[in-house]
């Protein structure tokens, strides 16, 4: 059995910070990729940012320049700094890995539950 489990999230005003973490725990062989989702009320989950096992980022144009992806490969633990947030920032973030569970699986995508992020202005 694999978790994601977020936290972090919370209120804050525009123009602030904050930091979100995912940890994978569980049956875990390998983790390749881990990115982190939004959904925001009333629209589609939408990418943020990714990061590969060994490091490379992507992020989304809405977010380049403001956002940072990291990871603890030690740790399992994928992080979402966030700086100068908008209130168009305002959704639920979401956690996403890729994850082999032995070796004799294939890659499976898991999500976490989610953690809220209010940005007022």
């Known amino acids: 059995q694999v978790q994601l489990v977020e936290s972090g999230g919370g209120l804050v005003q525009a123009g602030g910070s904050l930091r979100l973490s995912c940890a994978a725990s569980?049956?875990?062989?390998?983790?390749?990729?881990m990115a982190w989702y939004r959904q925001a009320p009333g629209e589609q989950r939408e990418w943020v940012a990714s990061?590969?096992?060994?490091?490379?980022?992507n992020y989304a144009d809405s977010v380049k320049g403001r956002f940072t992806i990291s990871r603890d490969n030690d740790k399992n633990t994928v992080y979402l700094e966030m700086n100068s947030l908008k209130p168009e920032d305002t959704a639920v973030y979401y956690c996403n890995a890729l994850i082999q569970v032995n070796f004799f699986s294939s890659f499976r995508n898991y999500w976490g539950q989610g953690t809220h992020v209010v940005v007022s202005s």
């Open positions: 569980g049956s875990i062989f390998s983790l390749n990729t």
């Open positions: 990061i590969s096992d060994d490091g490379d980022t």
